[in-house]
C-alpha cells in the first residue's frame, strides 16, 4: 500500500490540487485506506452515525481530506454528464 507514495516528498503540503486529482498517488491511498474496512472505516462511520465528537480531533482531519476527494469526483461527474 505504502508503494503508492515511493517517489513522493512526504514534507509536501496536502493542498486541494492534490485532493482533487484522481490519480494523485496520495488520493488514492485515502481511498484505499478508507475502502479497505479497517479500524478508520468503522470509527469514522460510527462517529458520523452517532454524532461523537470526541473523534474531531483524531478524525477530523482525515474526515475533511476524503469529503474533499468524494465532492470533487461528484462534481466532475455531473459535469461529465452535464456534457452529454
Not at 516528498?9 to 488520493?27: A, E, G, S
Not at 474531531?56 to 482531519?61: A, E, H, K, M
Amino acid at each position: 500500500m505504502l508503494d503508492l507514495l515511493t517517489g513522493i516528498d512526504k514534507d509536501t503540503p496536502l493542498t486541494r490540487d492534490i485532493l482533487i486529482d484522481p490519480n494523485h498517488p496520495v488520493t488514492k491511498l485515502m481511498l484505499l485506506t478508507y475502502s479497505m474496512e479497517c479500524f478508520i472505516y468503522k470509527h469514522m462511520n460510527n462517529a458520523s452515525r452517532y454524532g461523537d465528537v470526541s473523534k474531531i480531533d483524531s478524525l477530523g482531519p482525515y474526515a475533511l481530506v476524503l469529503g474533499t476527494i468524494v465532492r470533487e469526483a461528484i462534481s466532475n461527474r455531473e459535469e461529465e454528464l452535464d456534457e452529454k
